[in-house]
């Protein structure tokens, strides 16, 4: 609930300045996955969590299950899932749930490298955007903004094209040339 900030302007004299309530209990969670695939347009699939006082304030990894579960009925084929080092993506829970379904292949990034993590980039468009300098009263208010932020990303799929160029990782659409018999 507390706004990131970010830059903006105003008339000289005229000190821009956004009211916030005091500190918030409350906490909203964003998992989300980065979906390409060649010939198609990319796409992010998101899942917001609100979280009320005395819950866990994390996703566990029964809700990553799920998000995969969905990712896959959505897309519809096999899933290579790249993930980072996050706790959660290492449980023997997920390992056991990719091991039962040989639809899924799990990949995991090196530690610490947001830089080849296509989803580092897209967290960073809706904080620059409608999440940037905003102060919400609910958390009802930011989970609609912060979806109306994700659809309008979801929309123009040349961003998410742009999030992974700038993780140094391509699609490899190349087809293996055909051997040609000799005549």
Not at 99 to 112: A, E, F, G, M, S
């Amino acid at each position: 609930m507390t706004p990131p900030h970010a830059r903006t302007w105003s008339r000289r004299g005229h000190t821009p300045v956004i009211r916030v309530r005091g500190r918030s209990y409350r906490r909203i969670s964003v998992a989300a996955m980065a979906c390409y695939r060649p010939g198609e347009r990319s796409r992010p699939i998101y899942r917001p969590r609100v979280y009320r006082k005395g819950e866990r304030s994390s996703f566990d990894w029964t809700d990553y299950r799920d998000l995969i579960a969905c990712t896959h009925q959505q897309l519809g084929g096999p899933t290579i899932l790249i993930w980072d080092n996050l706790n959660t993506h290492r449980t023997t829970g997920i390992r056991q749930y990719a091991d039962d379904h040989d639809w899924l292949t799990i990949v995991h990034l090196p530690t610490y490298t947001p830089d080849l993590n296509p989803v580092e980039g897209i967290w960073s468009l809706p904080r620059r955007g409608p999440l940037a300098n905003a102060a919400f009263t609910d958390a009802d208010r930011l989970t609609r903004t912060l979806r109306r932020g994700l659809r309008q990303i979801q929309y123009r799929p040349s961003l998410l094209d742009g999030c992974l160029a700038e993780a140094i990782l391509t699609l490899n659409t190349h087809q293996p040339t055909p051997t040609r018999k000799p005549q």
